[in-house]
């Protein structure tokens, strides 16, 4: 069994910045990669970033250069750095761990990111 936490959601104003963090914690041992997912009101849920167990990282074009995701494998804690934060980017963010054939495993239960003046 494996509980993922996410945390340090919260509203911001525009060009702002936040930091998420995704903790795993349980039965670990068969983590592969992590990934950062957001959705907004009436809209699919659709991939931020992701990270491999080896540090290979994708990131959605929509948030490249102003979105950062590392990973702390000692802790097994992923977070998302964000920054030049948009309106757009308002959204649940949740975190998900993938098995090590790549699917999707579990699901944390979302934090709320709203960027707004």
């Known amino acids: 069994q494996v509980q993922v936490v996410e945390s340090g959601g919260g509203l911001v104003q525009p060009g702002g910045s936040l930091r998420l963090s995704c903790a795993a914690s349980?039965?670990?041992?068969?983590?592969?990669?992590i990934g950062w997912y957001r959705q907004a009101p009436g809209k699919q849920r659709g991939m931020v970033a992701r990270?491999?167990?080896?540090?290979?990282?994708t990131t959605a074009n929509s948030v490249k250069g102003r979105f950062t995701i590392s990973r702390d494998n000692a802790n097994s804690t992923v977070y998302l750095q964000m920054t030049s934060l948009k309106p757009e980017d308002t959204a649940v963010y949740y975190c998900?761990?993938?098995?090590?054939?790549?699917?999707?495993?579990?699901w944390g239960q979302g934090t709320q990111v709203t960027v707004s003046s």
């Open positions: 998900n761990l993938e098995d090590v054939y790549g699917r999707s495993r579990d």
């Open positions: 990270i491999t167990n080896a540090g290979s990282i």
């Open positions: 349980g039965t670990i041992f068969s983590i592969g990669a």
